[in-house]
């Protein structure tokens, strides 16, 4: 029975295995507080039993919250590496009230906390401190199909009260890299090779108003819905999960975000079945040292997105999202040093009014490989995806019918040095018909009708190809790292049907220093201190920028941290070739940005934070002035609360207003944009137990902007002087002044894991939306006035999952 007593039998035969050294603060340092662990198996299961003493336990710090939430308790947690490879395992944390974390872990250093294993621990504070008792089925392990094992295995511990932690065997965090480091656990032998199934079906109930129903009436829809999901562990290495009609009601919504660029908003999954082992989907197309754009060639999101034809036929009653109709993914390692991962999805259609097509069914498709050698000093990996829509002759004129990529990558240490050198070759096509090419070409994206684009609009086209290529080098352990990363994205590069990129067209040069100190000091526990520096260019070789930023960040003494930020960026003659939406490039001025952030130390009831961040470019004529306030209160070890605010102040000289054609000539138009944006978010979070919680949450957004100083581009918007890139303009009447955008995201999740694996959801959901054009400024207090006496939408959903193993 596992209950956190250390008095069975099993314990009393195992040696205890002691010598933990810490890794934080002081690297290689003797722990203030003494840990000793023992372990057994037997064919299901391995057991760890870890002894943390602790002369006064009644200082123990705790903290009940759901699974895989961070707080500021001590925990004990033990990594395993089931193929002893070096590169990947799983951890399994426990506080000492029973709250349970747990991840897998990639490439030495990658962590996937989306990772939730079936695993059952125990813990129990009693005179000597406090103990954490763990059993580990070997089906949530990856091993060889093997009759003779040897694990990699670490045991650590973190002492809040001291901010220490300690670990058996020594990891040295400035050698880079956790699982290349355990210690080996041997003898594990004649253990099952696990074959198992699991289904959990579920039942959704929910009830949704909103004033926003077909043509303008009150809507109420009462839905019923019901689903499974299945996960089969088809041997040690081979793991498939699937997924038929889900439902993600009790998924918090995205923030509220108003965005006046060119460039895509990206929003994080947070889909419990598409975050589950997405580090293995991943080949990212846009980070370096200096930047990173999260491109890549999967975005999870993209399956089930908002339909996106809905602004085609208003107005529509479309869901938020697309109804994904079944989905799978196939997950494998070998201890070759292969490793797989597959995904493929099919998602329902969406039709509107006079069954018009607002989203086309849909499939989507992943797949990845990539092999390991030379103890994982070299690797080779290869992905594909596809997307396939069956669209209809006027859904056809607007959407891609199909896209295709493909990629290869590699990863190589440099011998014996710390140096590793990276790179990737990608290629991409999609198709459809001469009008969703011709969309496709003059997207945000591609920009082909700009003067001096690479790319030639070509309105006949029916398809289009592109290729990205990076190349990058550096060494990421000991105290000083260096990164230099080449990259290049040709102009028809096209990964947005299943990717992300939120432009193509780039080409870019860019150098990382980071520098470390890990020895603490009587000012502080950490010192960190970063140099960048970024060139970027069009394919066409027009700089779009050059930049140099810096940032240092320090855990100070007494547990609370400061960063210092700075960057300039638009150094020399640079020009950005997007801001007219088509038009021609025009010149940029040096653009200068500071922030500082401070937060408390977490150990308290009361941590506050705060940041300050201020910008100023066009030669003092735009600027930003941002406040960020928060506070986090830890109430009781059951209760804790987060609230913060933000006020934005943004003046921007040379925001684009909109192109306005007239005859056989297209005005580029701009203003002065006087903006001000005002939000808060507030959280709460109470636990019964770890299987039982409530979450609330509630983000009222206002932000307010106002036109003015109207001028269009002229004949030589690459002109040094910045007066001399405008000439003065009227734009037509009816051009909306400004804006006056309001949202409230609101929701209340209970969540009750009834039996492991079996959950009951109550969800309640709530949200404002309003949006002004003909925005007067008001005060705050009008503002937030205005939010709340907006119509709501409401939705109440009840989700009943139910584990079922054969």
Known sequence: MIDGRPDDDIWRSAPATRGFRQFYPQEDGVPSLETEFRVAFDDRNLYVLVRAFDSHPDSIRHAVTRRDVNSPSDYIGITVDGFDDHRTGYEFVINPDGVKKDCAVYADTLYDWSWDGVWNAAARVDSLGWIAEFSIPFSQIRYADARRHTFGLAVWRNSTRFQESSIWPLWRISRGGLMSQLGQLVGIDDIASPRSMAITPYVVASNAYSPFGARGSDARLQRESGGADARLVASSNVTV??????????????????????????????????????????????????????????????????????????????????????????????????????????????????????????????????????????????????????????????????????????????????????????????????????????????????????????????????????????????????????????????????????????????????????????????????????????????????GMSSDAFAILANNSNIELTGRVTHLGATYCDACARGGPAMRQDPLLNAGVVFSGDNRGTFTPSLGLSVSDGDGGRSGMRELDPAVTLNVSPRLQAAIGGALAINRADAQWFGNFVDGAMTHFAFAHLDQRTLSFSARVSYAQSPTMTLELYAAPFVSTGTYSAFRQLSAHPEARDYAARFEAYVPPAGSAPGFDVRQLRSNAVFRWEYRPGSTFFFVWTHGRDGDDPTHTLRSWSAEYGSLFALHPENTVLIKVAYWLTP
């Not at 994206?445 to 006949?460: K, M």
């Not at 992300?500 to 890990?518: H, K, Q, Y």
């Open 241 to 546: 999960d699937a997924t038929v009609n889900p439902d993600f009601g009790q998924v918090e919504a995205d923030p509220s975000v108003l965005n006046l660029t060119t460039a895509e908003t990206f929003y994080p999954e947070k889909r419990p079945f598409f975050l589950q082992g997405n580090r293995l989907y991943e080949l990212d197309l846009g980070c370096n040292p200096y930047s990173c754009a999260n491109a890549g060639l999967f975005y999870s999101r993209r399956v089930g997105r908002a339909p996106q034809l809905a602004d085609q036929y208003p107005p529509s009653t479309a869901p938020v999202t697309t109804p994904i109709a079944a989905a799978a993914k196939l997950t494998g390692r070998w201890s070759t040093g292969l490793t797989i991962a597959a995904f493929d999805a099919m998602t329902q259609r969406v039709d509107g009014d006079r069954d018009a097509t607002l989203e086309p069914r849909t499939n989507y498709a992943f797949a990845r490989a990539v092999q390991e050698m030379n103890g994982g000093s070299t690797a080779l990996g290869v992905t594909a995806t596809a997307v396939d829509r069956s669209l209809d002759s006027a859904s056809a004129l607007l959407l891609r019918s199909h896209s295709v990529a493909g990629g290869i990558d590699f990863r190589q240490r440099l011998g014996p040095t710390p140096f590793v050198l990276t790179g990737s070759l990608v290629g991409t096509s999609v198709g459809g018909t001469a009008s969703a090419i011709a969309a496709t070409e003059r997207s945000s994206v591609h920009d082909f009708q700009r003067p001096g684009s690479p790319g030639t609009f070509d309105s006949t086209a029916t398809s289009l190809l592109g290729h990205s290529e990076e190349l990058a080098v550096g060494n990421h352990s000991g105290a000083v790292q260096f990164t230099s990363a080449w990259q290049r994205h040709s102009a028809g590069l096209e990964v947005n049907d299943i990717g992300f990129m939120p432009r193509a067209d780039e080409e870019t040069f860019a150098n990382g220093l980071s520098i470390g100190v890990r020895t603490p000091h009587w000012i502080y526990r950490l010192l960190t201190l970063n140099v960048d520096h970024e060139s970027v260019w069009n394919t066409k070789g027009l700089p779009l920028d050059r």
